[in-house]
């Protein structure tokens, strides 16, 4: 399994991924889900992936060697704004799906991919997309400043009760590494170590890119910390009368 | 969908039911998931039940009527301790799959139900058990001391990092509604009103049975004290360096 969320606020996006990868319980893997494309000044992008490692590879070898789109062969350093690039990575997928899909479906596999699109491309702002198998997508808006793919349960009563759209990048790295605690807690197929993207709004570069392993000491005082802030949080609220 | 969870600690059972079916979005109704069955100062036990509601209610249906085990129609009030009472409610489900299972088949409906089974029978423990569609189960034990049925995912951070088997019943209590509030508000298939059970060790009777509403007061304090306790643990969080 995989879990991957991105949070789009008004001071720019937070993007982090897992980098647990496994083809049964017995064959567990590390692999970077997480892809960054950076044109300093003018571009800064990152992409996530879950779904079959095998197709989500080819999409991003796609999408570096450039994908036919409208007449031309683009990368994500040459579509003019975020919502091309999202149509350039839709794009990809269904490439792969035409190649693949077939292949897969003959033994019985899904052509199983999702994808979380973050960036800025000068002159437009900062924008988050989910891009399905199909190579559709949505957008996160102000309503759901966050998107999340593949195991998204565990950690979304958090996202859902402290994320706004006012919530700082500083305090979103927060939350987002609380949110996949929660996960890796949860979900053997969920695993560290974490890649971490910050991009600040304006700032048309890559603010933060960071691996984060089990020695991290910031991590693990999220970690540490959380247990025993929602041990004491619950051991404030109220006992029933009724008992 | 549904949520059930079950707590076994030392001082008894805490047993927590939503109250939502639905057959698709568009038909969403309330029935109550919760059976109690009570011989005060001989045995107390509840089953809660998540699925296909046709077939979870003909189980119990039939548990009423008697169940053929081992050549005697038994009923949960006849079963000498909580294991036979786990091997009738499996019992029941063979019966209801031989009855309904090939009819279900035909229109390509899985034969979908699961069961927690909680209670104590005089002479014998306290004792959890989960019981699944093809009427085999696993019981709770110290090492998890807590069991689940339906929307399992939102709800189980929180016990996994607060529940030990000496949690009170008090503080369970608290927890489960904790857990359920959690999964109510990410999953829309799981609602109010609330089933509660508790039943205290060598009690032998139901210690509370409780319908749990919107506007009961504890709920309240538990729902709307539980975001803000979160927030405000979430608060004292540090904030990384590297932002």
Not at 176 to 200: A, E, F, H, K, Q
Request: one cysteine or more.
């Amino acid at each position: 399994m995989t879990y991957c969320v991105g949070l789009s606020v008004e001071e720019g996006l937070v993007l982090l991924s897992d980098t647990r990868t496994n083809a049964g319980l017995d064959n567990i893997s590390t692999f970077s889900k997480m892809h960054a494309v950076e044109v300093p000044g003018e571009r800064a992008l990152a992409l996530m992936t879950a779904g079959n490692l095998a197709v989500t590879q080819t999409v991003w070898n796609l999408l570096q060697q450039g994908v036919w789109m409208e007449g031309a062969q683009l990368r994500l350093t040459d579509v003019h704004d975020m919502f091309a690039a999202a149509q350039l990575v839709g794009a990809a997928v269904r490439e792969v799906n035409r190649r693949d899909g077939a292949a897969l479906a003959q033994q019985g596999l899904a052509f199983d991919c999702s994808f979380l699109l973050g960036g800025q491309i000068a002159g437009g702002a900062p924008r988050l997309f989910l891009i399905y198998s199909a190579g559709n997508f949505i957008e996160a808006t102000e309503d759901t400043p966050f998107l999340q793919i593949g195991e998204h349960k565990y950690g979304k009563p958090i996202l859902d009760r402290v994320l706004t759209p006012r919530t700082s990048l500083v305090e979103g790295v927060a939350l987002t590494l609380i949110s996949m605690d929660s996960t890796i807690r949860s979900n053997l197929s969920v695993g560290l170590p974490l890649d971490l993207t910050v991009i600040r709004r304006d700032g048309l570069r890559l603010a933060v890119r960071r691996r984060i392993t089990e020695e991290d000491g910031y991590y693990r005082s999220i970690r540490d910390g959380w247990s025993e802030a929602l041990r004491e949080a619950y051991m404030r609220l109220p006992r029933p009368d009724f008992v």
